[in-house]
């Protein structure tokens, strides 16, 4: 499986930003699509994560309210729209996908969000 990530760059705090992910490869492996993000001197965090049957979502709390993940299943993408955007959602971004089994075991090139301030 193949991920590939774009849409980030320099956005003012309140604005808004959308991510893309495209797979491809052997997508019948993956039932699940997340976001992770990683901000400067810290750890890679969970953000956002989605089904492709059915479209069940959560939520890390620190982006409820602000950022929706969709999927489209005839485009094998998946998006996360962010809004409201905030200093410290600085970081890059990943996709990922996998498995309530065996997690997330494909990993996407991250995609950097600058929010200034």
């Known amino acids: 499986v193949q991920l590939q990530a774009f849409g980030g760059g320099l956005v003012r705090a309140g604005g808004s930003l959308r991510l893309s992910c495209a797979a491809s490869?052997?997508?019948?492996?993956?039932?699940?699509m997340g976001w992770f993000r990683q901000a400067p001197g810290k750890e890679r965090e969970f953000v956002a994560r989605?089904?492709?049957?059915?479209?069940?979502?959560s939520y890390a709390n620190s982006v409820k309210g602000r950022f929706t993940i969709s999927r489209d299943n005839t485009k094998n993408t998946v998006y996360l729209q962010m809004n409201s955007l905030k200093p410290e959602d600085t970081a890059v971004y990943y996709c990922?996908?996998?498995?309530?089994?065996?997690?997330?075991?494909?990993w996407g090139q991250g995609t950097l969000v600058t929010v200034s301030s």
């Open positions: 989605i089904r492709w049957s059915g479209g069940t979502t």
């Open positions: 490869g052997r997508t019948f492996r993956t039932f699940l």
């Open positions: 990922a996908a996998g498995s309530d089994s065996f997690g997330f075991d494909y």
